[in-house]
């Protein structure tokens, strides 16, 4: 006994001291949880002039006499140049002059920059521009007139019989676009555009650098307004107040909440207002990389603004249209289209923090193939490297040769290997890259020495992506590295995560503000540059796996910061989201707001990231992320694993039969990445882009979306729908609707109202529109590449004109190709009974035969009832009966067996 009692208190503290460890080792090893509240009055810039009060009196003029016209183009009018001047010259001690320029562009896109005289301010090259300007300079038909108030560049569409107008007021300097004649924006209709000068006795710091720029601008007659990414909150704009507004300042935020106004991980300052009663529909954009707010009052339909950044120079532009596909058409244009994604990119993923070791996800490889469950693609997350040294693999858990055997594996079963390249490098001078990079590629602190702060390795030093040789250093280590990337293997691809960037136990998670960052030879402070720097580093991953596949290769690269134009090199998710309903509720309104800002290819992790969740969640959003374009499960270290095979057999069951559903849907699917691409028209559409009755635009805007053009999604979002297994719905007039499981038709008293619906342990709300074509593959494979050569089965939904048509588009699936129109695409329309297939184009010729049509929804009822009416296909010189199932009841018509002849014969069906 009396031995004993020392070795109690041994033990006692030794179990204490184990426990302080792994206290300190998780305070280094994993993030801080961010404060959510930013509110404007706890940011010096934002609490000394967001509400500064309007001015009565003009601040600024534009000088006359500064005027200059100047041009790409043969008549040298596409860029206006002035120089705007503060009117109290004589009273305030250090006048700036304001530098303005106007890039006239195409569609009516107007582009103004405006940099205070003589001073260094961050703002990318023409090389670098995040807009497509160089190819949407207007290059003819511009038309000025100078009066002695007003400037007004002008110019009338053709095509599109629209005419543009830009009219500069010079003495209250103001901007009024306007489109056919009706004002869509006033920029500073309020007198607030100002810039803070540096006054002799301010000292700059960290937390104020007094260089804050300020605009206002009204949207007069706007019902709606859309945009602002990334937040977790509604997609339709509400007005801001005095502790919340807009705000853009990317930040590592674990397990967020909602919040209408708070930024999230990537900064999107895109607005879209749907004006005059929804018939102009406007964009703008605020290019401004540093801490942004923005705040919103709407006074009666008109929406006045103030912006406010932090550093940098004003850049924004703005655009109009009277229809959503010229709109997006214009939008696409000026970002730039976002590339057709390697098709395995739209399949299943499967992702954890992180698995065990090698064998583990050997297992898991193989599981997927005993279970007869496709899937695309297994992630590395930061546990496969040695110590969190990015481009290392722990070889006790990795071992190289095996690591690269296996890859080879995968890509024999046409999948892929993600490995995980976050942006902070590890203090340790025995890993070379960080000794290699060390005080040549990394941010620096005000003294030009290195900054280090903590992120999952301890102390880490942070790649400066604004640096070209630091971008080229980053490139090689992906394209030369034959020790990481393995020589031979094609199919790895990249997730850069922590990107905004993350930095742990510092005040709001981020590099300090006052860290310098180098730039076209130039040094800025990250101030001016935070929100940007996700996009660099992403884009920089996105150019170096192109050049390693050596342009044959589609890159797909997963980030989670991002900025205006990522959309063109990655796809993005909403990362640390809570594993409960009201995450998955808010997936929605989130993917809405990003995918009406012109990025589509989004998603969320399945089951949520952080957190127990409950197998009922699971279930539902596995069945919602069918219809999410980024499909991929992911999840916390610190919880269960989420293998679907560990659940039970039932509940197994209905999570296979969604990713099965998925894997049809991947003929729909690209073909949607297709027409997004092709015309920018966002892949998650919000109801009211078509509907703006009051339902529309309250308790439906956020929880139903449409998938494409031809799917209405109404996910399971409360455990109270899920165990009652029904949910409210609400399906626009107009169309006629067909659920999309089992194809039934919509009875017509459950349309244009908010109505309640049945579903089941197997499906959530999903509806077809009437008029669209849905085209799948049954087959079930390893993986979609194995799907290639898969026959199509084609369901036509009709309309109430029992009319429907839709395209289907093919190509190699994942070489850059398309780019030089080697596609084929496909016409299908159904009308008068009769179904015609025209090749609109046809340069990529190993298309899919059809092995079965089905038709739903034709009324006439002779056709089901009358025994000798058959079904024909019209081959070139006969015609041939076709086997056909009819049935009334469903109005469904089955034609079978058609895989015997070859898609491009099929020229002509006819049902009467
Ligand atoms: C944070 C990411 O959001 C999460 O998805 C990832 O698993 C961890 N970083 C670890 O890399």
Not at 756 to 782: L, Q, T, V
């Amino acid at each position: 006994m009396v031995n004993k009692f020392p070795k109690i208190i041994f033990s006692s503290s030794y179990f204490l001291y184990i426990i302080l460890m792994i206290l300190i080792l998780f305070q280094i090893s994993s993030p801080q949880e961010t404060s959510q509240n930013v509110l404007c009055s706890s940011v010096p810039f934002c609490q000394r002039l967001m509400y500064s009060s309007e001015s009565q009196v003009p601040l600024y003029f534009l000088d006359n006499k500064t005027i200059e016209i100047t041009g790409t183009n043969k008549d040298k009018n596409n860029i206006f140049k002035a120089i705007i001047k503060h009117y109290n010259q004589e009273y305030i001690s250090n006048p700036i002059d304001l530098e303005m320029t106007i890039y006239i562009l195409k569609r009516g896109i107007f582009r103004v920059k405006i940099k205070p005289k003589n001073q260094k301010k961050f703002d990318l090259t023409e090389d670098d521009d995040i807009f497509e300007m160089k190819k949407t300079i207007k290059n003819s038909g511009i038309k000025i007139s100078f009066g002695e108030k007003n400037t007004i560049i002008y110019y009338f569409s053709k095509k599109n019989r629209i005419k543009y107008e830009l009219l500069i007021n010079q003495s209250l300097f103001q901007l009024i676009y306007k489109v056919d004649n009706k004002i869509i924006y006033i920029i500073n209709s309020k007198n607030l555009l100002d810039i803070e000068k540096i006054g002799k006795d301010f000292i700059p710091s960290e937390n104020d650098a007094m260089t804050t720029i300020k605009m206002d601008m009204s949207i007069p007659e706007s019902i709606l307004l859309t945009g602002l990414p990334g937040r977790c909150g509604s997609s339709i704009l509400s007005d801001t107040n005095l502790n919340w507004n807009y705000h853009f300042y990317n930040i590592d935020i674990f397990k967020y909440d909602y919040n209408q106004y708070n930024s999230i991980y990537g900064s999107i300052p895109y607005l879209m207002s749907f004006s005059y009663g929804g018939t102009i529909f406007s964009g703008f954009y605020w290019n401004n990389p540093s801490e942004t707010f923005i705040s919103l009052k709407t006074l009666n339909e008109e929406k006045r603004l103030i912006f406010l950044s932090e550093s940098g120079i004003f850049d924004f532009s703005f655009f109009a249209s009277l229809n959503l596909q010229h709109y997006y058409k214009t939008l696409n244009e000026y970002i730039g289209p976002s590339p057709i994604p390697n098709i395995f990119a739209l399949g299943y993923h499967q992702s954890r923090f992180s698995y065990e070791d090698l064998n583990d996800i050997k297992k898991i490889d193989e599981k997927f193939d005993k279970y007869g469950i496709p899937y695309d693609s297994i992630w590395l997350d930061i546990d496969h490297t040695e110590e969190k040294k990015y481009f290392t693999y722990d070889i006790k858990k990795y071992p190289k040769e095996d690591t690269k055997n296996f890859f080879l594996d995968l890509d024999k079963k046409g999948r892929k290997a993600i490995v995980i390249l976050d942006p902070h490098i590890k203090v340790d001078s025995w890993y070379p890259v960080y000794y290699k990079s060390k005080n040549n590629f990394f941010i620096k602190n005000g003294d030009s020495t290195d900054f280090i702060g903590k992120c999952w390795c301890g102390d880490s030093s942070f790649f400066d992506f604004f640096n070209k040789d630091t971008i080229n250093y980053w490139k090689n280590l992906i394209i030369k590295n034959e020790e990481y990337f393995f020589s031979g293997v094609n199919n790895i691809h990249i997730w850069n995560d922590m990107n905004e960037p993350s930095v742990f136990k510092i005040s709001r998670n981020t590099l300090p503000k006052n860290t310098i960052v180098k730039y076209n030879n130039q040094l800025y402070e990250h101030r001016e540059v935070h929100n940007i720097y996700g996009y660099l580093m992403h884009k920089a991953s996105y150019e170096a796996l192109l050049e390693k596949y050596e342009g044959k290769i589609r890159p797909f690269i997963l980030t989670r910061s991002y900025y205006i134009g990522s959309h063109k090199y990655s796809a993005m998710w909403t990362g640390d989201s809570k594993s409960n309903f009201e995450s998955l509720k808010n997936t929605i309104s989130m993917m809405i707001s990003l995918s009406v800002s012109g990025f589509s290819f989004i998603g969320c992790d399945i089951g949520g990231f952080a957190e127990e969740g409950n197998i009922n969640l699971y279930k539902r959003w596995y069945q919602n992320g069918v219809f999410y374009p980024f499909f991929r499960a992911h999840s916390h270290e610190s919880v269960l694993r989420r293998e679907i095979w560990l659940f039970s057999e039932n509940d197994f069951d209905i999570i296979k039969k969604a990713i099965i559903t998925r894997y049809n849907l991947i003929p729909y699917i690209y073909t949607q990445f297709y027409l997004y691409y092709k015309t920018g028209m966002p892949i998650i559409k919000p109801l009211w882009f078509w509907d703006k009755s009051e339902l529309a635009l309250t308790e439906f805007a956020d929880i139903e979306y449409f998938f494409g053009n031809g799917i209405l999604v109404r996910p399971v979002l409360d455990p109270a729908e899920d165990r009652n297994n029904e949910i409210n719905i609400f399906l626009p007039e107009n169309y006629r609707w067909y659920d999309f499981y089992d194809l039934n038709e919509i009875e017509k008293n459950k349309i244009n109202k908010k109505t309640e619906y049945n579903i089941n342990n197997d499906k959530i709300g999903a509806f077809i529109k009437g008029g669209e074509i849905i085209c799948k593959k049954m087959r079930i494979r390893r993986s979609i590449k194995k799907m290639k050569n898969d026959p199509l089965t084609i369901i036509i939904t009709l309309d109430s004109n029992n009319n429907s048509k839709g395209i289907i588009y093919f190509d190699d699936e994942e070489s850059f190709d398309y780019q030089k129109d080697i596609y084929s695409l496909l016409n299908i329309n159904y009308s008068n009974k009769e179904i015609n297939f025209v090749w609109e184009k046809f340069e990529y010729p190993e298309v899919n035969n059809i092995e079965k049509i089905v038709i739903i929804g034709e009324n006439d009822e002779l056709l089901y009832k009358n025994n000798n009416i058959k079904t024909k296909l019209n081959l070139q010189n006969k015609e041939v009966e076709l086997e056909t199932i009819k049935n009334y009841e469903n109005k469904k018509i089955e034609i079978l067996r058609l895989n015997k002849f070859n898609i491009t014969d099929i020229r002509k069906i006819t049902l009467k």
